[in-house]
């Protein structure tokens, strides 16, 4: 499936493919409770997908402990997300869809450690983790 394919997907579409919480996040822009998600302790090599369309956004090589209560990365990989400003809060934040699906998955903040700079505060229930074999 495309991007035209998934940009045409209607919300029942959506919901026989996501969970109602992925939904939720992914197609209306929530945000999990902190510390929820398994993934946040995730230590092994693997990469992690797009619930919504299995898109690889992130090596778990970029991934670190931001203590934020969510899975967070330096770096994604190159073109996988686009990003909007984000004024929910009353102030601008940097928020980020996959490039393919349009699925929220976070928000980008400047606290992040070397080489970037760059925290990637992804919901845990938007990803698929996969092992490295």
Not at 40 to 68: A, P, Q
Not at 111 to 123: L, Q, Y
Request: aromatic fraction near 12%.
């Amino acid at each position: 499936m495309d991007k035209k394919d998934f940009s045409k997907m209607s919300m029942k579409e959506w919901l026989k493919i996501l969970d109602s919480e992925q939904f939720m996040i992914l197609r209306e822009e929530a945000t999990e409770p902190a510390h929820t998600s398994e993934l946040n302790d995730e230590k092994r090599k693997g990469d992690y997908f797009c619930v919504g369309c299995n898109t690889k956004l992130f090596s778990s090589e970029t991934k670190y402990n931001s203590g934020s209560g969510w899975p967070s990365f330096y770096d994604s990989l190159p073109g996988v997300f686009e990003t909007k400003t984000d004024y929910l809060l009353g102030y601008p934040r940097t928020e980020y869809h996959c490039a393919t699906c349009g699925g929220h998955h976070g928000h980008i903040f400047d606290d992040g450690p070397a080489p970037t700079g760059k925290r990637f505060c992804n919901n845990g229930k938007t990803l698929i983790f996969k092992k490295n074999d």
